[in-house]
Every structure is written in C-alpha cells, then in structure tokens.
C-alpha cells in the first residue's frame, strides 16, 4: 500500500475518533436524556422532554418579596423559567411538575410556594397548546445559607409508569441579599505597664 493512502486512512481514522470522542462529550450537559434515562443540563441549557422543552434562565436570592416573608431562616427563590409544548396536542402544566433540591436528604427538597405571591408567577395549572411558549417564574422557600440548587422533572405517563428525569443545576444570584454587618477586628488588650525596679524604689 502506498504511504500516501496509508497516511490519509489513519487521518481518516485518527478524525473519526475525535469526532466520536467530541460526540459522546456533547450528550453531557446537552439536555437530552442518555441511555441511562437522564439530562444534565445548567443556566439557559434547552432540556428535551417528552412532551415540552423547558430552559432555565435565570435564578436570585431574596429575603422578601412583596408581602411575603418567608419562615425563619430561609429566603425567597426566584428561578426564570421558560417552557414550549413540543408534544402533538395541548397538555397540562402544574406547578408541582418541577422539585427543588439543594442536598440528599429529604428535608432538603421543596415544591414551589402554592400561595401567589408575585404577578409573574406562573399558574399552579395552564395548559399549552401544541407549539405555544409560555415564561415566568417558580418561588420557592429555601434556607437561607444555600446558593446552589438542582431543579429536576421526572416525566410520568397515563398508565403510571415514569420516564426520563432530567435536572438543571445551577448557581442563584444572592446579591440581593442584605449583607452581614462587618465587625472591625478588635485590637488586642494592652498589658498593663509594670514600672521598673528603679521606679518602684523611688515610690
């Protein structure tokens, strides 16, 4: 064999494996879901379900909002949520169809509020029509010394059985927050001055 044609088919081959290789990296973090049945995404990653695509983009911290105080220790999570039917026919929505976690016990997952606290909240149940877009925000009592989250959506059919689970984890926006109070460092007590030997015979 030539060594020109040697040389191109180990290119071709040595090509073929990179973009194998660049392939299988695109599936993390992509929004679609892989063979083991689940979707990493982050901020403004577009995440393919069955039935709609929804996007994560934006999140932030406050202590209040509007009338509503959250309970002691915790603050107010805002995330900016976009979602597009890409199913065949109109489909509900539900508020609940999204959980919060923020650690690995159970204490440390939450549901949004169902109390309507902001205007541009989006509905505890719409429906979208095939093709429609629709954006707003999910609120959710979090604690307050907590900043990074996974938002996750497990899709579940008529017949009761479950599909893929697909989590969006992301980093919220605290500056928001009131800042702690910064106490000056306290200079150290001074020794009281001890007089010399000559000092105390003069006395």
């Given at each position: 064999m030539p060594m020109k044609r040697l040389l191109t088919l180990v290119l071709?081959?040595?090509?073929?494996?990179?973009?194998?290789?660049?392939?299988?990296?695109?599936?993390?973090?992509?929004?679609?879901?892989?063979?083991?049945g689940t979707a990493q995404g982050g901020l403004n990653t577009v995440m393919h379900t069955e039935f709609f695509t929804f996007t994560i983009t934006g999140a932030a911290l406050h202590s209040t909002l509007d009338d509503y105080v959250p309970g002691l220790g915790q603050v107010v999570l805002a995330v900016d949520m976009e979602v597009e039917n890409t199913f065949s026919e109109t489909i509900p929505m539900f508020d609940t169809d999204f959980l919060l976690q923020w650690g690995n016990g159970e204490e440390d997952q939450a549901y949004c509020l169902l109390d309507t606290v902001a205007d541009?909240?989006?509905?505890?149940?719409?429906?979208?029509?095939k093709g429609?877009?629709?954006?707003?925000?999910?609120y959710f009592a979090v604690p307050q010394d907590v900043e990074d989250?996974?938002?996750?959506?497990?899709?579940?059919?008529d017949d009761g059985t479950t599909g893929d689970e697909f989590?969006?984890?992301?980093?919220?926006?605290?500056?928001?927050?009131?800042?702690?109070?910064?106490?000056?460092d306290e200079a150290p007590d001074e020794a009281p001055e001890v007089p010399s030997s000559g000092e105390a015979d003069a006395a």
């Open positions: 071709a081959a040595m090509l073929a494996l990179s973009l194998t290789a660049c392939g299988a990296q695109s599936e993390t973090g992509s929004g679609y879901p892989g063979d083991d541009d909240q989006l509905p505890e149940r719409y429906d979208l029509e429609q877009a629709r954006s707003g925000r999910l989250f996974t938002l996750t959506y497990l899709e579940r059919f989590s969006v984890t992301f980093t919220a926006d605290a500056s928001g927050l009131p800042q702690a109070p910064q106490v000056p």
